[in-house]
């Protein structure tokens, strides 16, 4: 989902926040990065949530936290190294 489809959907449906139901929302990290970034940068005002993999790094969730996330649900990989 881009930022004017995020933006667009707050605006048409008065939406307050997204849950992203992608079970890997930061599996592509400069990818999520950039997400993060053009939100910040476009001073798009929604709250959102999703799933995230366990190797989230401060910075980046700082970032995401800035960028309007809420809530991240970890998951932890079993019998994967």
Do not use: H
Not at 52 to 78: C, H, K
Request: some cysteine.
């Amino acid at each position: 989902m881009t930022a004017p489809e995020i933006e667009e959907l707050a605006r048409r449906y008065n939406a307050q926040g997204i849950w992203f139901r992608d079970s890997l929302m930061n599996g592509v990290k400069g990818r999520f990065i950039e997400f993060c970034d053009i939100l910040l940068a476009r001073e798009t005002k929604i709250k959102w949530m999703g799933y995230a993999r366990a190797d989230f790094d401060q910075a980046t969730a700082r970032l995401a936290r800035e960028a309007g996330m809420e809530t991240t649900y970890v998951g932890i990989e079993s019998m994967d190294d």
